[in-house]
């Protein structure tokens, strides 16, 4: 019976799995967009033997991996105490700490511009106090700024992955350590570290494959010498044309990555724990802690908000009679409809329709991902490479897929284009749903269940009085995020709305092309308020629900 | 309630919602002209809401003006609806993209009745497919506040001086960006890339786009020189009342991006896309270009604003055959991207 159902769901899924990404990425190949020349082994040879794109693939791997890297330092100690600590305003703090994650990279490039420039904020402060003819602090339009990016627009998820599986440690662990007394930083390392192991290093893979095929970033902050495998499989397609060879470029980042969702699946993963975490008042604190956790948060506090405050700024300031003032200028205008005119929609519709895709595409992302979770969770057959596959929605091109849809929606002559964004959306937010809900998944002991059977409960009833409630942190995190990649998607709803489903990202994206960029920040700003209400409703909405 | 119910309603506010979204933008199926355009053209401080409406006055129809986004998504967009045509005017073209829209053949020849009054410097294409309406040239922007004297030749620039003072746009994302490159190639032929080279030191960063470059590092004081058009300093002095932003034409010679609008190919209102064409070029609609485009009007009839008196110009003009970017624009990017180091 069980073996039946697994067969089924596995069988189910291939299905949806050929149906959604499959075929549209056939339908862009057969359509003679990608393999005009066809596939030589002549580009792969090409490829790897050309100086410029070793040094691509080199540069593509090292700063994927340093971003990983530079994104879990900063973030674990905001997780530390996110999933330890009780404080006030917390679930707000935790809501706008996510924001960054649904920024276009155009505003990401401008906040940082604005905090971390030779005339920005840091460097100004930093000239004003020691007393500097130049700016001394120098990481724009180098790597740094690229790693530096890539942690800004990740650490939302370590955050929330990582403490969404620390509070599911089990209290009486730590208790029955302490009162054989181990030292805080025993436990830490000991306990608390092994069991959330599963969440840091879903992290590490989800911004390793992130900053891997991470685009506009390297493109804004690096400069052409910086350039990843993503940078020129888009310069070969769009700039030259030359198809053949990007699709082979592409078709090697796909290998690459799958090699490293592979292995990532490989690492095995110890079960155990469950139960809420008691939160302990941050006053409980030693002074010492509590002046370190004072330290920690101001320093990443300024790395997180800066540059939004930075987009903030933008969109407040505007030169009349040679003066720059502040003003709500760009707001009025975005208001009186200085995009409706070529736009056709009011901002008030397009932040509408924005949440009309987030909210589909969040249901669906977290279905799937729960369904998926689940099939990934015994020790199955194939398991590493249903893992891969669920990877391969961030390891393929947002426009490869789009052009796909575009591709079938005029063979069938239908007009599917808001559905198209739905699934595209789900796509893309489903890696990070499975890798949410997995790593609670894991950590739910299946004695527990069993027991609860044992005693006569239903395999549903089971499932919603025990495993459900325990589930609740990766769901909430999974929702939060599928909702936040799909409020800040920009190339797939651009590529597939059609001048009918304008959302935030496309009304600013527009805005820049229009040349209005204290219109486009203002809407920016716009953005931010958004999401942060809606994670906070999300994460609010999650926790109260009683099963 | 049963599961059904659920579901329905589930399945019913997306309805709805489509429903409402498309109710709101369809209707327009009726007007007769149709023109592509880009964003900055139909917006409200665009051209578009002026000069639109005087057509439509004075033939007495109605236009259709759709944007697409850049003027690049616009020819992407034309270019897959070439066997079902749903324009009837392409209007945005520059002369960088132009031999994209012609080997695609998707527009036809119109020789608009006032063409001789054309500057010969200005014309895009010899068999007018692509009729231009303005016009700028390329320059650097300077912060007279951060500098006072600003590099007046291509040499200038190798100075020690200038080291990470330019901000440039990338030729593959950016027109202007583009129209840079080719300025160099204007000027040093063969020799480009090891010119590129020699200023190598000198460049802050090379921004994806126009925007960035300008908006989003210019005007913050990133770096005090950006490549921009020769009208930018005009905006400044028009809108912000400060001549701070100047312009500098390289010794040189001078080199022009232009744009253009054509007919497309089996337009179903041929005969009103002509009349439209012929009202681009008039004053009527030239005289509107310099504030709302900050670009020059080709018509030489028409009296340019006050604020223009900052921009600089130039007789020397530096060739370029556009038509050749097809098959050397491949090479010389490779080229200037090893040269810079990339």
Same mark, same amino acid.
């Given at each position: 019976m069980?073996?039946?159902w697994?067969l089924?769901s596995? @069988?189910?899924?291939? #299905?949806?799995?050929?149906?959604v990404i499959?075929?549209p990425?056939?339908?862009v190949?057969f359509?003679?967009?990608?393999g005009e +020349?066809?596939?030589?082994?002549? *580009?792969f040879s090409?490829i790897?033997t050309d100086?410029?794109y070793k040094?691509?693939i080199i *540069?593509t791997f &090292?700063q994927?991996l340093?971003?990983?890297a530079?994104?879990?330092l900063?973030g674990l100690?905001?997780? *530390?105490?996110?999933?330890?600590y009780d404080?006030?305003?917390?679930?707000?703090?935790?809501?706008?700490s996510t924001?960054p994650?649904?920024?276009?990279s155009?505003?990401v490039?401008?906040g940082f511009i604005?905090?971390f420039?030779?005339?920005?904020?840091?460097?100004s402060t930093?000239?004003?106090?020691f007393?500097?003819? #130049?700016p001394?602090?120098?990481i724009l =339009?180098s790597?740094r700024a690229?790693v530096?990016a890539?942690a800004f627009?990740?650490?939302?998820?370590?955050?929330?992955?990582v403490s969404?599986?620390?509070?599911?440690?089990d209290?009486?662990?730590?208790?029955?350590?302490?009162n054989?007394?181990?030292?805080r930083?025993r436990?830490? +390392?000991d306990?608390?570290?092994p069991?959330?192991r599963?969440g840091?290093?879903s992290?590490m893979?989800?911004?390793?494959?992130?900053?891997f095929t991470?685009f506009a970033?390297?493109?804004?902050l690096?400069?052409?010498?910086?350039?990843?495998i993503e940078?020129s499989?888009?310069?070969?397609?769009?700039?030259?044309?030359?198809?053949?060879l990007?699709s082979?470029?592409a078709?090697l980042q796909?290998v690459f990555?799958s090699?490293?969702?592979w292995? =990532?699946?490989?690492?095995h993963? &110890?079960? @155990?724990?469950?139960?809420?975490?008691?939160?302990?008042s941050?006053s409980?604190?030693?002074p010492?802690?509590?002046?370190g956790?004072v330290?920690?948060a101001v320093m990443?506090g300024?790395f997180?908000f800066g540059?939004?405050?930075?987009?903030? =700024?933008?969109?407040?300031?505007?030169?009349?009679?040679?003066q720059?003032?502040?003003?709500?200028?760009?707001?009025?205008?975005i208001?009186a409809?200085?995009?409706k005119?070529f736009l056709g929609?009011?901002p008030l519709?397009?932040?509408?329709?924005? /949440?009309?895709f987030?909210?589909l595409?969040?249901?669906?992302?977290v279905a /799937?991902?729960?369904?998926?979770a689940?099939m990934?969770?015994?020790?199955?057959?194939g +398991?590493?490479?249903?893992?891969?596959?669920?990877?391969?929605p961030?390891?393929?091109?947002?426009?490869?897929?789009s052009?796909g849809?575009?591709?079938l929606?005029n063979r069938?002559?239908l007009d599917v284009s808001?559905?198209?964004?739905?699934?595209?959306?789900?796509?893309?937010?489903?890696?990070?749903?499975?890798?949410?809900i997995?790593?609670?998944?894991?950590?739910i002991?299946?004695?527990?269940?069993d027991? #609860?059977r044992g005693?006569?409960?239903?395999?549903?009833? #089971?499932?919603v009085s025990i495993?459900l409630?325990l589930?609740?942190g990766?769901?909430?995190?999974a929702?939060?995020f599928?909702?936040a990649?799909?409020l800040g998607e920009l190339?797939?709803?651009f590529?597939?709305y059609g001048?009918?489903?304008?959302?935030i990202p496309?009304?600013?994206?527009? =805005?820049i092309?229009g040349?209005r /960029?204290?219109?486009a920040a203002?809407?920016?700003?716009?953005?931010?308020?958004v999401?942060a209400?809606?994670?906070?409703i999300?994460?609010?909405?999650g926790?109260?629900?009683?099963f | $309630?049963?599961?059904?119910d659920?579901?329905?309603?589930?399945?019913?506010?997306p309805l709805?919602?489509?429903v409402?979204?498309?109710?709101?933008?369809?209707?327009d199926?009726?007007?007769e002209?149709?023109i592509?355009?880009y964003?900055?053209f139909?917006?409200?401080?665009? %051209?578009?809401p002026?000069v639109?409406?005087?057509f439509e006055?004075?033939?007495?129809?109605?236009?259709?003006i759709?944007?697409?986004?850049s003027s690049?998504?616009m020819?992407?967009?034309?270019i897959?609806?070439k066997d079902?045509?749903?324009?009837?005017?392409?209007?945005?073209?520059?002369?960088?993209?132009?031999?994209r829209v012609?080997?695609h053949n998707?527009l036809e020849?119109y020789?608009p009745?006032?063409?001789d009054?054309i500057p010969?410097y200005l014309?895009m294409?010899?068999e007018w497919?692509v009729?231009?309406y303005?016009?700028?040239?390329m320059?650097?922007?300077y912060d007279?506040e951060?500098i006072?004297e600003?590099p007046?030749s291509f040499e200038?620039l190798k100075?020690?001086?200038?080291?990470g003072?330019l901000?440039v746009?990338?030729p593959?994302?950016?027109s %202007?960006?583009l129209? !840079?490159?080719?300025?160099?190639?204007?000027?040093y032929?063969d020799?480009f %890339?090891?010119?590129?080279?020699?200023?190598k030191?000198s460049?802050?960063t090379?921004a994806p786009?126009?925007s960035?470059?300008y908006?989003g590092m210019?005007l913050e004081?990133?770096a005090?020189?950006v490549?921009?058009?020769?009208t930018? %300093?005009?905006?400044?002095?028009?809108f912000?009342?400060?001549?701070?932003?100047?312009g500098?034409?390289?010794?040189?010679g001078g080199?022009?991006?232009?744009?253009?609008a054509g007919i497309?190919n089996?337009?179903?209102?041929?005969d009103?896309?002509r009349k !439209?064409?012929?009202f $681009?070029?008039s004053?009527?609609?030239q005289?509107?270009?310099?504030l709302t485009q900050?670009m020059?009007?080709?018509?030489p009839?028409v009296?340019l604003?006050g604020?223009f008196?900052?921009?600089?110009?130039t007789?020397?003009?530096?060739?370029l055959?556009?038509?050749?970017?097809?098959?050397?624009?491949?090479e010389?990017?490779?080229l200037?991207?090893?040269?810079?180091?990339g």
């Open positions: 069980e073996r039946r697994r089924l596995i @069988g189910l899924l291939v #299905a949806v799995f050929l149906a499959v075929l990425l056939l339908l190949l359509s003679g967009i990608a +020349k066809g596939y030589h082994f002549s *580009f090409y790897l100086s410029y040094k691509a *540069f &090292e994927a340093l971003s990983s530079v994104t879990l900063l100690p905001g997780a *530390f105490i996110f999933s330890n404080f006030k305003w917390k679930a707000q703090l935790m809501a706008i924001v994650f649904v920024l276009p155009v505003l490039v401008l604005i905090f420039g030779n005339t920005g904020v840091v460097n930093l000239m004003d106090i007393n500097l003819d #130049a001394p602090l120098r =339009y790597w690229i530096l890539h627009y990740n650490i939302p998820l370590v955050f929330r992955l969404s599986v620390w509070t599911q440690i209290d009486s662990m730590i208790e029955a350590a302490r054989v007394g181990a030292s930083f436990i830490l +390392k306990i608390e570290l069991f959330i599963q840091i290093l992290c893979l989800l911004t390793f494959i992130y900053s991470s970033i390297v493109l804004a690096g400069g052409p010498q910086y350039a990843t940078v499989i888009y310069n070969l397609a769009l700039f030259y044309g030359t198809y053949g990007s082979a470029l078709l796909l990555l090699v490293v969702v292995i =990532y699946m490989r690492i993963i &110890e079960k @155990g724990g469950q139960g809420r975490k008691v939160l302990l941050i409980s604190l030693s010492a802690a509590k002046m956790v330290a920690y990443i300024a997180l540059p939004m405050l930075g987009v903030c =700024y933008a969109s407040l300031q505007r030169t009349v009679l040679g720059t003032h502040l003003t709500l200028h760009w707001f009025k205008e208001i409809g200085g995009g005119s929609a009011s519709e397009a932040i509408f329709t924005s /949440f009309i987030a909210l595409a969040m249901v669906a992302s /799937f991902g729960m369904w998926v689940y990934l969770k015994g020790n199955i057959r +398991k590493s490479i249903i893992g891969v596959a669920t990877m391969v961030l390891c393929i091109s947002t426009i490869t897929l052009l849809y575009i591709v929606e069938i002559s808001f559905w198209a964004i739905v699934i595209i959306h789900t796509i893309i937010s489903f890696p990070f749903s499975v890798r949410a997995s790593a609670s998944l894991a950590k002991d299946e004695g527990l269940i027991a #609860a005693l006569g409960a239903s395999n549903l009833h #089971a499932f495993e409630p589930l609740k990766g769901i909430i995190a929702a939060v599928s909702f990649i799909s190339a797939a709803s590529m597939l001048g009918r489903y304008t959302t496309i009304y600013i994206y527009r =805005y092309g040349y /960029f204290g219109s203002a809407m920016g700003v716009v953005l931010m308020v999401s209400a809606s994670f906070f999300i994460e609010r909405m926790s109260k629900m009683q | $309630m049963g599961n059904g659920i579901m329905k309603k589930l399945l019913a506010i709805i919602c489509v409402l979204l498309c109710g709101c933008i369809t209707g199926d009726s007007s002209l149709t592509y355009t964003d900055s139909v917006s409200d401080w665009g %051209p578009g002026m639109i409406p005087m006055e004075k033939h007495g129809v109605k236009v259709n759709v944007s697409m986004g690049g998504d020819i992407s967009r034309a897959l609806e079902d045509p749903k324009a009837d005017i392409l209007l945005g073209i520059n002369d960088l993209q132009m031999y012609l080997e998707i020849s020789k009745k006032e063409y009054m010969a014309i294409d010899e497919r009729t231009p303005d016009y700028g040239f320059s650097i922007i007279s951060v006072d600003p007046r200038d100075d020690e001086k200038w080291k003072k901000i746009e990338d593959r994302t950016s %202007p960006g129209s !840079f490159l080719l300025w160099t190639v204007a000027a032929g020799e %890339p090891a010119y590129w080279e020699s200023i030191e460049l802050l090379v786009s126009w960035t470059a908006y210019f004081g990133e005090p020189l490549v921009s058009y020769s930018s %300093p005009a905006y400044h002095l028009e912000e009342d400060t001549n701070r932003y100047k500098v034409i390289f010794e040189e080199f022009l991006q232009i744009e253009g497309v089996g337009a179903a209102h041929s009103l896309a !439209f064409i012929d $681009m070029i004053e009527e609609f005289r509107e270009l310099p900050f020059m009007p080709v018509n009839g009296q604003p604020s008196s900052i921009v600089e110009t007789d020397n003009i530096l060739p055959d556009r038509t050749q970017l097809e098959s050397s624009l491949d010389w990017i490779r200037w991207l090893s040269a810079i180091g």
